[in-house]
């Protein structure tokens, strides 16, 4: 840069050498800032004054009063299908149920579905009905009162639902390697593949 003092917009302080032309701004420049301060008057007005928008808190609240809606919209039409609903025998479906039995129902019903806590799986007795659709609603709803998870509010979705039904559809009728839990009392139901009875 030039020194000469004739220069008009050189300023007049030097630091080390260095000095300071006083450039006019762009137009452009100068533009964005008004209208970044018009915008703000607005916003101030909109959100703060006349209290017109929700603020972020609302905002949140709303979208999360959408979502629930539009799950139970999912869930209301998932328990209307129940009914008519049948076993899955595609192997990937029933890979998945199996991950899902041994990491969340094992614990109570035992890794082969004899039955710990949780009543015996591969017999003909059923506490809530031996037809598949009784299963999937039993696990969807489950039994709070009597300690069975009500998987619905427990995150599985329909599907894993399904597909966890699936397999222990397949263990009607399992050999077991120790015997399984007793029956309680009920009627046995011929359900399934099972011969056992
Ligand atoms: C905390 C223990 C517990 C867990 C975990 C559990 N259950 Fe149960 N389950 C029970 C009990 C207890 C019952 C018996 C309910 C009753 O007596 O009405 C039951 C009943 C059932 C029944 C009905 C059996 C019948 O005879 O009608 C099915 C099917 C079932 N559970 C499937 C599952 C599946 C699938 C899972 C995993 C996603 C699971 N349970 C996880 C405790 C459990």
Redesign the pocket.
């Known amino acids: 840069m030039s020194n000469d003092p004739k220069e008009p917009l050189l300023l007049d302080h030097n630091y080390d050498g260095i000095q300071e032309l006083d450039n006019k701004l762009p137009r452009w420049w100068v533009w964005l800032f008004y209208i970044t301060i018009i915008y703000s008057a607005i916003y101030l007005v909109y959100y703060h004054v006349t209290r017109t928008g929700d603020l972020q808190a609302a905002e949140y609240a709303n979208e999360m009063k959408i979502g629930e809606q539009i799950k139970n919209g999912a869930m209301g039409k998932f328990e209307s299908t129940i009914a008519t609903l049948q076993p899955a025998s595609d192997a990937a479906v029933l890979e998945s149920?199996h991950q899902?039995?041994t990491?969340?129902?094992?614990?109570?019903?035992r890794v082969d579905g004899g039955g710990?806590?949780?009543?015996?799986?591969t017999d003909d007795?059923?506490?809530?009905?031996?037809k598949y659709s009784?299963?999937v609603a039993?696990?969807w709803n489950?039994?709070p009162?009597?300690?069975?998870?009500a998987?619905k509010k427990?995150g599985?979705k329909p599907n894993?639902?399904i597909a966890?039904?699936s397999?222990?559809y397949t263990l009607r009728g399992a050999k077991l390697l120790s015997p399984g839990k007793l029956?309680?009392n009920?009627a046995p139901v011929k359900t399934g593949p099972s011969q056992f009875e």
């Open positions: 149920g899902t039995y990491k969340l129902c094992a614990i109570c019903h710990l806590v949780g009543p015996n799986l007795y059923w506490i809530h009905g031996g009784d299963t039993i696990i489950g039994v009162e009597k300690g069975m998870v998987w427990n599985l894993d639902v966890v039904a397999c222990i029956p309680e009920q």
